[in-house]
């Protein structure tokens, strides 16, 4: 019998595992009336997991390893200043507002669908950056329903496939060109 060895594989060619990444919420001001957070949570079931609070314009970097994102609301009313970590200049991690309430954490109504980085991106992606912007689409007391729009750079996804056969016929045409 074998035994398997896990382990992180390197990419197919043509894509990279180094890039930067972040994801926004893009319509905060059509909701007033509630705060949200972004659960910033992992495949690893030992890791920590945040309540961010999401502030308008602003790009999260959910950082850590392969992370899960559920973003969440909950009325203001029901949050008190205590029940939130506000970061101060001393505190190296995390650096942002975070909710502490356990029960308000169980109370915080889940958006759908959750997101999941990318893994790996083309390695021609502008600036190594990949950025995922979330719409609010409904949200009623028991249901956040959100649109996830994936800032990818068609042309990447085609320039290899189109490289290749440019290569090919290359290939081909020096062939038939050289004598037998």
């Known amino acids: 019998?074998?035994?398997?060895?896990?382990?992180?594989?390197?990419?197919?060619?043509?894509?990279?595992?180094?890039?930067?990444?972040?994801?926004?919420?893009?319509?905060?001001?059509?909701?007033?009336?509630?705060?949200?957070?972004?659960r910033l949570g992992s495949q690893n079931p030992n890791l920590d997991v945040f309540y961010r609070l999401i502030e308008p314009n602003t790009c999260i970097d959910p950082a850590g390893y392969r992370p899960i994102i559920t973003i969440t609301a909950i009325p203001k009313n029901q949050i008190q200043p205590k029940d939130l970590?506000?970061?101060?200049?001393?505190?190296?991690?995390?650096?942002?507002?975070?909710?502490?309430?356990?029960?308000?954490?169980?109370?915080?109504?889940?958006?759908?669908?959750?997101?999941?980085?990318?893994?790996?991106?083309p390695i021609l992606d502008e600036n190594g950056k990949m950025e995922d912007v979330i719409e609010i689409q409904t949200l009623t007391p028991d249901r956040?329903?959100?649109?996830?729009?994936?800032?990818?750079?068609?042309?990447?996804w085609i320039i290899f496939p189109i490289l290749g056969v440019i290569l090919l016929g290359y290939l081909l045409w020096k062939r038939r060109r050289q004598p037998t």
């Open 1 to 38: 019998m074998l035994n398997t060895l896990l382990a992180d594989m390197p990419p197919p060619p043509g894509l990279t595992t180094k890039f930067d990444y972040c994801f926004k919420v893009v319509n905060l001001d059509r909701y007033p009336d509630h705060l949200f957070f972004a």
């Open 85 to 121: 970590k506000q970061p101060t200049p001393e505190s190296e991690y995390p650096a942002f507002t975070t909710l502490q309430n356990k029960a308000l954490q169980a109370k915080l109504i889940k958006g759908e669908p959750q997101i999941k980085p990318p893994l790996m991106v």
């Open 144 to 156: 956040l329903q959100l649109t996830v729009t994936r800032s990818t750079h068609t042309l990447n």
